[in-house]
């Protein structure tokens, strides 16, 4: 059955968290799934999109749309039978990107929302771009499941959009690491039982292992549900 699958991952928003979503695919497939052998692996296609910046303002997302839906285009020409997207923020364009193709989408925000219900959280708290926060489609996805979402503030929001963007200019984030440390705290200081880390490359950003499961990458949780189809 896999080997009638192929998976397009709209990348390259960033590049860096495409890079991290598709080495996860790799372990998922091993540790989950038992991958050893060359073809064992998922059949992926990956259209890196260098859109212009709409993280932080919405000024050049037409021009943006226009490219992912070429890429999308694209990539059902080569076969894709499931498309993804490396990038939470361009999950404001997926209505958008649905109405030029027939083949189906996994949806990271329903795949993020999925596993803090499936962990039992009841209040969750989220960073992001500020695009990505104001559009509220994680709010309206997480409030299907009655988990209330916990919003940074606004000086929180341009701490972590500092720290994106350091990642995606491939700098380290030691100038900025403590105050986005402390906006973590602060998360959880509001009654967050876990932090989303609502954009792909804030996965990148810092180790995150002291905190255990009380931060969900999407990267990871986007991975995981790739692999999870393909092997189905």
Known sequence: MQKNKKIGIIGGVG?????????RIIEFSQTKYGARNNNDYPRVVIESVPVPDFISDTTQIDIAKNMLIEAVQGLEKAGATRLCIGSNTVHILLDDL?????????SMIELVAQKCLTQGFKKVGILGTPVLL???????????HNIELILPTEEEIAVADSIIRHVLAGQKVYDKKQEYINTLNDLFDRGSQAIILGCTELPLAINYEALGNRTISSDEVLAEGIVDYYYS
Do not use: M
């Open 15 to 23: 590049p860096q968290a495409t890079q991290f979503i598709y080495e």
């Open 98 to 106: 649905k109405k030029a193709t027939n083949i189906e989408f996994i």
């Open 134 to 144: 104001k559009s509220g489609i994680y709010k309206h996805e997480l409030e299907k």
